[in-house]
């Protein structure tokens, strides 16, 4: 059984910055995409960010673009969200996910493996 462990949420203000972790069991790891979504209170669940499984290919939500870093260490089954320039509307819980099988790598449906996700806020 996969299991996919987040770390590194907290609070921050405006403007800072904040690392998030998530260390995967997953088989395969290093040919599997990562992705990072996030669901604000009273919203849907929505995307982030995703990277493949060698490093090269990343994607990442038109909102977060140039402010959120997507990366991973396959020696350590990790993979990293570098979170900089943090807006109170980046508020939300943050979960790790793993796409083992095909399927677009911006869809929740893609994914089969999923952490229990961590808390971040951001005041203004």
């Known amino acids: 059984q996969a299991q996919l462990v987040e770390s590194g949420g907290g609070l921050a203000q405006a403007g800072g910055s904040l690392r998030l972790s998530c260390v995967a069991s997953?088989?395969?790891?290093?040919?599997?995409?990562m992705g990072w979504f996030r669901q604000a209170p009273g919203k849907e669940r929505e995307f982030v960010a995703t990277v493949s499984g060698s490093g090269g290919i990343t994607y990442y939500k038109d909102a977060v673009k140039g402010r959120f870093t997507v990366s991973r260490d396959n020696a350590k089954n990790t993979v990293f969200l570098q979170m900089n320039s943090l807006k109170p509307e980046d508020t939300a819980v943050y979960y790790c996910?793993?796409?083992?099988?095909?399927?677009?790598?911006?869809?929740?449906?893609?994914?089969?493996?999923w952490g229990q996700g961590t808390r971040v806020t951001v005041s203004s």
């Open positions: 997953t088989p395969l790891f290093s040919t599997t995409y």
């Open positions: 996910a793993a796409k083992v099988f095909s399927g677009s790598e911006d869809s929740e449906a893609s994914y089969d493996y």
